[in-house]
């Protein structure tokens, strides 16, 4: 705080004109340091708004335009797909697979590069297994292998089967 009192004793010693000049000198840096850290940076950040701005328009132009072929794809999707409906074939063979009292059987749903589906039931009741995979069928789900072996018990197979649409 003795720093002060020593700082405007010097300001006092310093010519009228020396005193305008530095008064000066410091609204020049002010001025300067303002432009760069505040009005600088603020210029730019609206300036690369303003062009996010008009490609996110132009984007919304195009997807607008895509809008009415999308709206006919979706609506011819369910008669050309059929079973496809519900989502992808591994969603919907896990959800088909819970919804006939299976889901707590499967150990393994492996999706393959190829669009099958690789799967593995163990200890599940084999009437059970049999009518999913009628079910399967009924959906258009092709069962391109089977795999059936003894469970653990009477009435338990394990199962591997691979699908695809």
Known sequence: MSRWPAMTARWRRLAPREQRLLLLAAAVLALLL??????APWQAARERLRADNARL???????Q?????????RARQPAAAGADAGGPLPVRLDASL???GL???LSRLEPAADGSVKLWLNDAPADGV??????????GVAV???GLAPGAGPGLVNARATARE
């Open 103 to 105: 889901g707590e059987h």
């Open 98 to 100: 819970r919804a006939a």
């Open 130 to 139: 049999l009518a999913w995979l009628a079910e399967l069928a009924a959906q």
């Open 57 to 63: 328009r132009a984007d919304l132009a195009w997807l």
């Open 65 to 73: 335009q895509l809008a009415p072929q999308v709206q006919a794809l």
């Open 34 to 39: 303002g432009y760069g850290l505040l009005w």
């Open 144 to 146: 391109e292998s089977l």
